[in-house]
Nanobody, 120 residues
Framework: VQLQASGGGLVQAGGSLRLSCASS????????IGWFRQAPGKEREFVAA????????YYADSVKGRFTVSRDNAKNTVYLQMNSLKLEDTAVYYC??????????????WGQGTQVTVSS
């Protein structure tokens, strides 16, 4: 499964961005898709995930209520809508495909990452 993350950029605190994770693989829709982020000098951390069936979504406490993960299996794309962005959301955001879980080791396939920078 090949993943391509996009949509990052520079945004002011309180603003919004929508990230996309696209795949051309036919098996994309069978995987749970997770979003992770890594800030400079910090470990990669879980942000959100959505099951292959779309029935279940998972969020880190730090983004709950501000970020929304969704997917369109017909378009082989998963989205991460990020609202009320904070300075601490600044990081490189990665999408990944796996079977389950919220640890980066649970995911087998990774996109290249997209930079999100939140300014004051």
């Amino acid at each position: 499964v090949q993943l391509q993350a996009s949509g990052g950029g520079l945004v002011q605190a309180g603003g919004s961005l929508r990230l996309s994770c696209a795949s051309s693989g036919r098996t994309f829709r069978t995987y749970r898709i997770g979003w992770f982020r890594q800030a400079p000098g910090k470990e990669r951390e879980f942000v959100a995930a959505i099951s292959w069936s779309i029935r279940n979504t998972y969020y880190a406490d730090s983004v709950k209520g501000r970020f929304t993960v969704s997917r369109d299996n017909a378009k082989n794309t998963v989205y991460l809508q990020m609202n009320s962005l904070k300075l601490e959301d600044t990081a490189v955001y990665y999408c990944a495909a796996g079977d389950s879980g919220t640890y980066y080791s649970d995911y087998d396939y990774w996109g290249q990452g997209t930079q999100v920078t939140v300014s004051s």
